[in-house]
C-alpha cells in the first residue's frame, strides 16, 4: 500500500499485478505476466514497483508508465 497515492497492488498465481485505488476499491491497472508473480513492493520513493516471479526473476517498474525499467534473474547468477 502506498499512502501517498491511496494504491494498493497485488499479484500472485493468476499472473496478473493489479494497481487498486483505494479510495473506490476498483482497478486502476492491470499487467500481465508470464509466470505467477510471488513478491511485490513500492519503492520508498514510490516510483518504481518490485515484482519478482516464481522462476526468481526480479522485474523494476515504473510506477507512472508501468514500464519495465529493469529484468534480473538472481537464481542463474547463483547457479552459475
Known amino acids: 500500500c502506498t499512502p501517498k497515492k491511496n494504491k494498493f497492488i497485488t ?3 493468476d499472473r496478473l499485478l ?3 485505488d483505494l479510495r473506490t476499491k ?4 492491470s499487467l500481465g505476466f508470464d509466470y ?3 513478491a511485490l ?3 520508498e520513493d514510490e516510483k518504481l514497483i518490485i515484482v519478482g516471479d516464481v ?3 526480479i522485474y523494476l ?4 508508465e508501468l514500464s519495465e525499467m529493469i529484468k534480473l ?5 547463483i547457479n552459475t
Do not use: L, P
Open 73 to 77: 534473474n538472481f537464481i542463474e547468477k
Open 55 to 57: 522462476r526468481g526473476y
Open 41 to 43: 513492493d513500492w519503492s
Open 36 to 38: 505467477a508473480i510471488t
Open 11 to 13: 499479484g500472485g498465481g
Open 26 to 29: 476498483t482497478v486502476c491497472y
Open 61 to 64: 517498474y515504473e510506477y507512472e
Open 18 to 20: 493489479r494497481i487498486w
